[in-house]
């Protein structure tokens, strides 16, 4: 897997709800190695399709949530303003904001 760069629009969004990702940064997996998990959830196809199996790992879940840049470059293409590009951000924030409420308990939906 690669690493990416923070999106500022991204970072805009979640500034928005209260949670400054100003300082954050994507790791590469290598960075993971001796790290053993009990869920590992993937929350993009892309990540869903290339996510390697993590030894000594529990469940790999995956919960797909649409990609925020491509809503907002489709809604772009279509004559879509700054704001409704933003507003693709702010949809998936607010939908990955409502699965995380729901753990631990969401999870148990998912097979051991």
Known sequence: ?????????????????????SGHQSKHLDELDDLRFDDVVTV???????CP????????????????????ESVAKRGGDRQAQLDCYRQV????????????ESLEAYPK
């Open 44 to 50: 993009c196809d892309q990540a869903r399709e290339s």
């Open 93 to 104: 924030r607010d939908q990955i904001r409502a699965f995380v409420a729901s753990l631990p």
């Open 53 to 72: 199996l993590f030894e000594g790992g529990g469940r790999m879940i995956h919960v797909g949530f649409a990609d925020p840049p491509a809503l907002a």
């Open 1 to 21: 897997m690669e690493t990416h760069g923070l999106n500022e629009s991204a970072v805009m969004v979640m500034g928005e709800a209260g949670v400054d990702i």
